[in-house]
């Protein structure tokens, strides 16, 4: 348990410490994040039209 608190501090301060020193960066990371979910999202919906027609 330990070590998993210990990981978590350590990703959010990197987190933080990404935000603060590159925004722009960390903006289009977070986009690409989204745009893939988005894309795949898409891709589910477009599978199950095509199963149900």
Do not use: E, H, W
């Not at 998993?4 to 959010?12: D, L, N, P, R």
């Not at 603060?20 to 903006?27: G, K, L, N, V």
């Amino acid at each position: 348990m330990q070590v998993k608190k210990v990981i978590t501090y350590v990703a959010v301060a990197f987190v933080v410490f990404y935000l603060f020193t590159r925004p722009a960066q960390a903006a289009d990371a977070v986009n690409g994040v989204f745009d893939g979910i988005l894309q795949g999202a898409n891709q589910l919906a477009t599978f199950f039209s095509r199963v149900l027609t």
